[in-house]
């Protein structure tokens, strides 16, 4: 089986696939796939389904998201077996997924070892790694599924998790003088991302690296001027020594 979170969430088994609906029942295995072969406490279920507004046939009404879920899986997908990939396990439940079927763990480690690689000095196996990596990002992580508490921070650890290999993957193609090629995804990235400070400092960089120090100028102040006027901030140390540099 395939499951795919790194955008709208999608199962396979083969050739039967589904995409999960925005439903209490999706947002249910969204979250066990989150946790990824753990134990969901009912409790914890009942929290990220409902939040502060718990109806008194919660715990049954999880029980039965948890069979139509086990059907779904049984019907749609021919899994032969679904109690053994839906466990009933106490305190709750816990999909029981291979790891490496699921394409938020393979980011997760592709990720690790690209970050391996840099370390080591091998920004070449790094760039490599890493766009396998970001290739498998498919958009936000659970799209279009509702979030309690739990599933919303999961969210954000992926997406922070992908800016950290967009950097990685700069910082490597940088190592190999490729700053020409980084220069228009680092313009994309700091509108994306305006109060990110490492990426306008790569932009300088490149831009610096490439002798356009104009531009390089340019970028140190208009990230100055989003900082002051969004945080009442000034850039960082680091920042501020790469625009001496650029005045040399």
Known sequence: MKFKVLGRVEIANGTAST????SKIGHMLSLLLAMNNETVSVDMLIDELWGEQVP????ATLQTYVYMARKMFTESLRV???????????????????????DSVVFERLVREGSESLERGDPE???????????????????????????????????????TALGLRIDA??????HRDIIPELRSLVAEH???????????????????????????????????AELGLQPTPEV??????VLG
């Open 80 to 102: 032969p077996n679904a109690q053994r990939l839906l466990v009933t396990q106490p305190p709750g439940y816990m999909l029981a997924a291979d790891q490496e079927a699921i």
């Open 19 to 22: 995409a999960l609906a925005r």
């Open 173 to 178: 193609r940088e190592q190999l003088g490729r």
């Open 56 to 59: 008194r046939s919660a715990q």
């Open 194 to 228: 305006p109060l990110n400070e490492g990426f306008h400092a790569q932009l300088i960089k490149s831009l610096l690296r490439c002798g356009r120090r104009a531009e390089a100028l340019q970028a140190y102040q208009r990230l100055w001027q989003i900082l002051d």
């Open 125 to 163: 196996s790094t760039v490599v790694t890493l766009t396998d990596a970001l290739k498998m990002s498919r958009g936000c992580p659970f799209a279009g599924m509702p979030t309690g508490t739990a599933l919303k921070a999961h969210i954000t650890y992926l997406q922070e998790l992908r800016l």
């Open 240 to 245: 501020q020594r790469l625009h001496h540099e």
